[in-house]
């Protein structure tokens, strides 16, 4: 109570005691109200704790996908140089005039 008085800028010894039910009623209040702040906080603590746990999960799911995206690109990129080097040069032909044969039966005769 004396505290509480300095801090409204009361003088501490101008305060009379308390009588025994006013001690109580106050003692009760204020462990009331520690009860409620220190569950309050406890609520805060283990939401934070809560939402990092959270925030962590989703990151490694984040790296997670990106790491598959990168060694997917990897693997197509490797592929494709594989497919390129297995692949043998084209042969180079001349065009060479188009062997005719045999007419179309039906077409242009009567």
Do not use: H
Not at 38 to 44: H, I, K, Q, Y
Not at 79 to 101: F, I, M, N, S, W
């Amino acid at each position: 109570m004396r505290a509480k008085m300095r801090l409204m800028g009361f003088n501490a010894e101008t305060i009379k005691p308390l009588n025994e039910e006013a001690a109580a009623e106050l003692g009760a209040e204020l462990l009331g109200e520690a009860t409620i702040f220190l569950v309050a906080c406890g609520c805060l603590v283990l939401e934070y704790s809560r939402q990092k746990t959270q925030q962590r999960r989703k990151e490694g799911e984040q790296l997670a996908a990106w790491d598959a995206m990168r060694d997917e690109a990897q693997m197509r990129e490797v592929r494709a140089r594989l497919c390129v080097q297995d692949l043998p040069p084209a042969p180079q032909e001349e065009p060479t005039p188009r062997d005719e044969g045999p007419p179309d039966p039906g077409l242009g005769q009567d």
